[in-house]
């Protein structure tokens, strides 16, 4: 069965693909031009199951079932599969039981601590794998979690991927991650038309861990520009100019893009509902600078900026947008 990607609005990004090799051994995914962003999408017909349904996962699902696939779920809370559920998925009752019965599991949870026990936690993971069995961790993660948990799934015969998403739940929801995967590249070509479902790009980076690093690197660059953006609007409040007006300076400048108009809007209708929870940005922050210490290179503006979310998740921010880090300063 072949399906038509529905269009967004989010903005104009071209979806027709082509696969092209780098230099640095990265194979990628990449938008060719702007006529195929409703290209045709051929499901696999392999069994799809998918664990962890928070801000990320949740849009993932959605657009797996939208375009014909098969899914398993399961989720810590049970009542977060309900809506899956009405929308054709099947409920797995254990993380183990879905691998067990899936062809291909990806995973999507909070922390190391979380994607560890997954795998290694009662009726996790591990306990379903069987040989030649694939689990795809989508999670933000450091390259020591990633490695150990393909260790043991690749003991037990099964097959590894990581693939982190860059995106927020906004880009979830549209279809439009970008995915960084690295491992086992025929998982990553039997992933293909789940990861066309689900995003716009994809990167093969090489061996495992190598997704881990990039990922951290771009949410630590990320992280510490939100956390300039919210420096630079309060002092302009401070000083007697107009945030609205720094806002329309910067979005004429070279600085414009989609993140920073929405995360100044944010401020400025101090609307701090969570595209992007600061508590996971800061976590992110955290183990960048912990990579940094790892190959001794400095990290000073992360680590400043990881400073200014400590303080914002003491402010009792943790569960609202990364943009309410800009309390952190006006308190």
């Known amino acids: 069965m072949v399906l038509k990607k529905p269009s967004v609005t989010y903005q104009a990004i071209s979806k027709r693909l082509k696969v092209s090799e780098e230099d640095t051994g990265s194979t990628s995914i990449q938008a060719a031009d702007s006529t195929a962003i409703n290209g045709n999408i051929t499901p696999t017909d392999k ?7 928070g801000l990320m996962g949740s849009g993932i699902v959605s657009n797996l079932l939208k375009m014909g696939h098969t899914v398993t779920v399961w ?21 183990a039981e879905v691998v ?21 936690g009662p009726s996790g993971v591990l306990q379903g794998i069987r040989p030649g069995k694939c689990y795809v961790d989508m999670s933000t993660v450091d390259p020591e979690t990633v490695m150990e948990l393909a260790q ?3 003991s037990r015969g099964g097959r590894f991927l990581e693939a982190p998403v860059a995106g927020n739940q906004q880009l979830s929801n549209d279809g439009m991650l970008m995915i960084l995967a690295a491992g086992d590249h025929g998982v990553y070509e039997d992933c293909s038309s789940c990861f066309q479902a689900m995003g716009r790009t994809s990167f093969f980076l090489g061996e495992v861990g190598n ?9 630590m660059v990320q992280g510490s520009f939100m956390a300039t953006i919210a420096e630079g609007m309060t002092l302009a409040q401070v000083t007697g100019q107009s945030q609205q007006t720094l806002l329309d300076i910067l979005i004429q400048s070279q600085l414009s893009s989609v993140f920073l108009d929405q995360k100044c809007q944010n401020i400025l209708q101090g609307n701090f509902k969570p595209d992007f929870y600061l508590k996971y940005i800061q976590k992110d922050l955290r ?4 990579l940094g210490d790892s190959v001794n290179h400095p990290t000073p503006m992360a680590a400043a900026a990881n400073e200014v979310y400590k303080r914002a998740k003491a402010l009792d921010q943790s569960d609202n947008d990364m943009s309410a880090v800009y309390r952190a300063y006006i308190h």
């Open 211 to 219: 997704a881990a690093r990039m990922m951290l690197i771009i949410n």
């Open 287 to 290: 183990l960048a600078i912990a």
């Open 75 to 95: 989720n810590r809370t049970a009542e977060k599969c309900d809506l899956f559920i009405q929308e054709g998925a099947h409920l797995g009752r254990t993380p």
């Open 152 to 154: 043991v799934i690749v």
């Open 100 to 120: 067990s019965t899936c062809d291909i599991t990806f995973a999507c949870v909070a922390d190391p601590t979380a994607a560890k026990d997954l795998v290694l």
């Open 47 to 53: 069994k799809i199951g998918f664990l962890g349904l």
